[in-house]
């Protein structure tokens, strides 16, 4: 969720500017989010409390600014304009307020791409656990708080999440997708590049939300939710943990997977451009496990495996293509 634009929103409801496309992203804001819903309500906590004291014509515009800081430097300097107006015991209540729900824009986040290794294994805070797998990246911060426990992913990891009904856990995705989470343990994968995203839950239970779907999608353990970004359609399918399982021991399960897919995980692995030249392979399927074999072995695990398959080092690239029939 964009947060400083659901601010930028809400300051609009309560002045009566906004359109018709604003209202229509303030009303998908609060019925897809709660987190909005909880933000909306300490907003109306003090739009109320000026108003009460009739004292809203007298408070200065609270430009929202873009970034997260300015933002409680403006409300700060929003208390000290109606100091005149209002008793100090409501200042220093209205004060706490702002800075009990706005001092966590000054926590620090730290941020931890899975580059050159199969899998990285993170313990949060609240003693969840994260393995991070390869070419992607982890947004999360020091410390959660109270209300919310929120990360950031890029690309592919496991979660293993502490139990804490009160407190959801929530992994998000470059466009906004969640995955609502309590005591579970689930995978994510979602690469900037990908074409799906996918959720899969070995155990508990979890919700699959995204703006693109106009209502969230409970899923149950052993099964695995696609969700096409082009379509905005899903499906979920009951599947075993053996892939992820081996994944965060760092070792590579490939069980039937086609070609196409194989390149794609062993390209983030070992870093290296790897070219499928006659789309003919593509469809290619591929079983093996890999553990500590390097990317010119996999290769030539490939070639032995397919008659079909030959590959090249060019430059700093793997090229495969298909054999040529030998003359007779």
């Keep these: 969720m964009n947060r400083e634009r659901f601010e930028d929103l809400i300051y609009k409801f309560h002045n009566k500017q906004l359109n018709s496309e604003e209202k229509a992203e303030f009303e998908y804001f609060l019925t897809s989010f709660d987190e909005a819903r909880e933000i909306f309500h300490d907003w ?14 007298n408070i200065p515009e609270i430009s929202i600014p873009s970034t997260r800081v300015p933002l409680f430097t403006g409300l700060r300097r929003w208390v000290i304009n109606t100091a005149a107006v209002i008793s100090i015991p409501l200042i220093l209540g209205l004060t706490y307020l702002l800075i009990d729900k706005y001092s966590h824009e000054t926590l620090t986040y730290n941020e931890i791409t899975a580059a050159n290794a199969k899998v990285v294994n993170i313990t949060l805070s609240d003693g969840s656990k994260v393995s991070l797998y390869a070419g992607s990246t982890l947004k999360y911060p020091n410390q959660f708080e109270n209300d919310e426990r929120l990360i950031k992913l890029n690309g592919e990891a496991t979660f293993e999440v502490k139990s804490n009904p009160k407190n959801p856990f929530y992994v998000e995705t470059s466009d906004g997708t969640r995955v609502k989470a309590y005591g579970t343990k689930f995978s994510v994968r979602d690469y900037n590049m990908d074409k799906t995203i996918s959720v899969y839950l070995e155990r508990g239970v979890v919700d699959f939300m995204s703006p693109q779907l106009s209502h969230s999608v409970t899923m149950k353990p052993d099964t695995k939710l696609i969700f096409d970004k082009v379509g905005k359609k899903y499906i979920i399918l009951n ?5 992820y399982d081996a994944y965060e021991q760092g070792v590579l399960l490939f069980n039937n997977k086609p070609l196409e897919e194989v390149v794609q995980k062993l390209s983030k692995v070992y870093n290296t451009e790897i070219i499928i030249e006659d789309e003919s392979l593509r469809e290619y399927n591929f079983t093996a496990t890999i553990k500590d074999e390097s990317i010119y072995q996999i290769m030539d695990m490939l070639s032995i495996s397919s008659p079909q398959l030959e590959w090249k080092k060019e430059d700093q690239k793997i090229i495969l293509t298909k054999k040529l029939k030998s003359e007779k």
């Design 239 to 243: 599947t075993t943990p053996n892939e």
């Design 44 to 57: 109306n906590l003090v739009h109320q409390a000026s108003e009460a004291l009739s004292i809203h014509k």
